[in-house]
């Protein structure tokens, strides 16, 4: 678990509100990029309280210079192409920034991706901080709360949840948000196609079970979830074995 111990700091508070101000520009630049890879607002982001302790994980986990390599590519992706066409190492560490938002924890890197960065740090999933798994996305975007902190308040188990927003609801926002000269952010003008999947998939090609949101999981009981399909090279076991 991560925490902010004083004695890392030989230069005590000085030093750290120094370091904080000399910061905050890629404090910034990490939020702006990171709207793009959660479909939350800057101001969404800014109000989990966590965007300070996310950037100094995701520092501590690729390295400081690693990580602003791949705010470059992420950047450079929007106005190019899906980020389906980034190399494989930075679709990982999206990926992997992507959870630490939703989560609050940072999750074990693909084995590759943690050859590659040449990590000295064990490669195992951790929660962030006590705070970052209430203050996760994944509660807001199922309109949910955390088990065992936030309790929503005695009888909204009998008010219906929200609805989920589209995809284009979400798009609208986003650049809502781009535009108003108001945001602290400034989004590049292409950021809303990174939120954009690679082909049009129909809304009835995708299984209830992996839908999104409450409402399908619900309404799927667990015997109707297919289990898993055996390896192609998987012999079948004989009775009795």
Do not use: C
Request: hydrophobic share 35%; aromatic share 8%; no cysteine.
């Amino acid at each position: 678990m991560l925490t902010d111990d004083p004695t890392d700091d030989p230069a005590g508070e000085a030093g750290r509100a120094a370091a904080t101000t000399d910061d905050e520009p890629e404090l910034r630049r990490f939020v702006e990029q990171s709207t793009t890879m959660t479909g939350f607002t800057a101001y969404d982001l800014y109000g989990t309280g966590m965007a300070r302790l996310y950037l100094d994980t995701a520092r501590r986990q690729v390295g400081a210079p690693r990580l602003t390599r791949f705010l470059d590519i992420w950047q450079r992706a929007h106005d190019s192409g899906p980020p389906a066409q980034l190399p494989p190492l930075d679709r990982e560490i999206a990926r992997a920034v992507t959870y630490l938002w939703y989560t609050g924890a940072w999750p074990r890197l693909a084995p590759a991706a943690h050859a590659a960065l040449r990590r000295e740090v064990p490669n195992t999933e951790f929660v962030a901080s006590a705070s970052s798994y209430p203050e996760g996305l994944v509660w807001r975007a199922f309109a949910g709360h955390p088990s065992g902190a936030k309790p929503p308040g005695f009888g909204t188990w009998a008010l219906r949840p929200p609805e989920l927003p589209t995809e284009e609801e979400i798009r609208g926002e986003l650049r809502a948000a781009a535009e108003d000269p108001s945001t602290e952010a400034a989004y590049a003008p292409a950021a809303d196609t990174a939120v954009a999947p690679a082909h049009d998939v129909p809304a009835d090609g995708v299984p209830a079970h992996l839908l999104p949101g409450p409402r399908p999981s619900r309404a799927v009981p667990p015997s109707a979830v297919p289990s898993a399909a055996p390896p192609p090279d998987a012999q079948p076991q004989k009775a009795g074995e």
